[in-house]
């Protein structure tokens, strides 16, 4: 039996094969939020038996992407929050309110350790979550990422450059300014959300990244983890899960 494991997000789809429980090599493809890039599908496999799906895209973009698994798959299975799932139970009363995303990276977090987490994605949006090392969800929050935090700036200044620059404590150009103060607000709440953690689990959570956006707060983050791949990994925990009875049968051309 192959499996694949699909994590459909807001600017690239990832996916990878399940390999003893956990993702193989991963493989991307950018969309623009509508459409994939020309030449998506030639990435994926010939041929599948099973592929589980997450996606927080738009609805188009996800039966493109169902549909076109069903040219090579036979049985597809669309991931969902739950309250309750792998010892992990989230906070929110309305798990559909919970991100998909969010819900997996949580799982796989989880899975990692049985600590306190501190579970950050630094994509479109910046999202931060708090699991207990017993797996209750203490909540999260949400912000605009450092790279929407540029666009959004650029839109209304198209003067400001909505990307280059380095950071520094204080910077001495424009767009030096801009990803310093861009980078320095997602560090600065990240920070402040692990002290606040304090008062909830009785210590420091440990710290995990994953996201587009995760590799430039890494090194103004002492100890933390980067975990490209964290969204396939909860998805990967999520699929033991499920019973032959929660998978969609599809047929090619259906």
Known sequence: MTTWLFDLGNTRLKCAPLQDG????????????????????ARLPGKIDTAFVSSVASTALT??????????????????????CAGVR??????AHLGVDRFLALLAAHARARDPWLVVGVGTALT???????????????APSPTLMRQSLNLRAPHLPSSGGVYADFANDTAAGLAS??????????????????????CAPR????????????????????????????????????????????KPHD
């Open 22 to 41: 956990r993702p193989g090599e991963v493989i991307e493809a950018e969309h623009d939020g509508e459409n994939f890039i020309d030449g998506w599908a």
């Open 63 to 84: 039966a493109t992407l169902l549909d076109t698994l069903t040219q090579c798959c036979t049985r597809i299975s669309l991931a969902r929050t739950q309250h309750e």
């Open 128 to 142: 931060i979550d708090l699991v207990a090392g017993d797996g209750r969800h203490h909540g999260g929050r949400i």
């Open 207 to 250: 710290l995990v990244l994953h996201g587009g956006g995760a590799a430039a707060l890494l090194p103004h983050l002492d100890d933390a983890v980067h975990a490209p791949a964290l969204v396939l990994e909860g998805l990967a925990r999520w699929s033991r899960t499920v019973g032959d009875t929660d998978i969609n049968l599809r």
């Open 181 to 202: 103060g861009c980078e320095g607000a997602a560090i600065a709440l990240i920070a402040s959300s692990r002290n606040a953690a304090v008062g909830h689990v009785g």
């Open 90 to 95: 989230i906070a929110y009363g309305i798990p």
